[in-house]
């Protein structure tokens, strides 16, 4: 299948520092990429849909300004948590759809454990 | 509002017997459903999906059965093994939004030996 690469899979950094998630599809183009956050026991909650090119879409309740999102190229979208409160901390994955395929499948990255202290 | 339901938590089988997972579904848009499984500190990894028009899809131990009636489907996985200890995830997309998938909450099987 289809793979996708998530860097870092942990990262620990101080209250007010700002981190970059980088996300890339390594075998396939990918016009659009998903952001997801999991809270520990909760569901995975779609953050935003990153879109090559053009600007995001955020979900409701998801700060636009808070969480970036850079789709410079089809194979790469990054996720800055900017001013990092510890209430960010979280597992954030994201995940790619294939370009030339007819269904709705989605990859998976592996995951970034952010812990802000 | 949660448009995809996996009302129970956990669930415990014995190895070799059958473990039935299931889901339940609000939006009569969704039209693909699909389940993962996940690791801790891990993503999701698809396991099988399933399309409106069917009912039934069979890949090796997992069949996922969809009755859209009741907006209700399930994971069977038969026979149990060990191995398939993970949290399971149901997911729904409508197939105008792509791949944008609405989860649920996730039902940790443990399966003993």
């Known amino acids: 299948g289809a793979v996708v690469s998530q860097h870092p899979s942990r990262v620990i950094c101080k209250s007010g520092t700002s981190v970059k998630i980088e996300c890339r599809s390594l075998d396939f183009q990918a016009t659009t990429m998903f952001w997801y956050r999991q809270f520990p026991k909760k569901s995975l909650m779609l953050m935003a849909t990153?879109?090559?090119?053009?600007?995001?879409?955020?979900e409701q309740g998801v700060e636009k300004d808070k969480f970036l999102i850079n789709h410079a190229s089809l194979t790469l979208s990054t996720l800055t948590v900017t001013s990092a409160h510890p209430e960010d901390s979280s597992f954030y994955i994201c995940?790619?759809?294939?370009?030339?395929?007819?269904?709705?499948?989605?990859?998976f990255g592996q995951g970034t454990r952010l812990t802000v202290v | 509002d949660q448009q995809v339901k996996q009302n129970s938590p956990s669930l415990s089988v014995q190895e070799g017997r059958i473990s039935i997972l299931n889901c339940d579904y609000t939006?009569?848009?969704?039209?693909?459903f699909l389940w993962y499984k996940k690791y801790p500190a891990e993503g999701p990894t698809f396991l099988i999906s399933?399309?409106?028009?069917?009912d039934k899809n069979e890949d090796g131990r997992f069949t996922v059965f969809l009755n859209k009636s009741a907006k209700h489907l399930s994971l069977h996985i038969v026979p149990s093994q060990p191995g398939d200890s993970a949290v399971y995830f149901c997911a729904a997309s409508k197939e105008t939004s792509g791949s944008r998938l609405t989860f649920g909450e996730g039902t940790q099987l443990t399966v003993n030996p």
């Open positions: 990153s879109n090559e090119g053009s600007k995001a879409t955020y």
């Open positions: 939006n009569s848009m969704f039209d693909y």
């Open positions: 995940s790619a759809r294939v370009t030339n395929r007819g269904d709705t499948e989605a990859f």
């Open positions: 399933i399309s409106s028009i069917k």
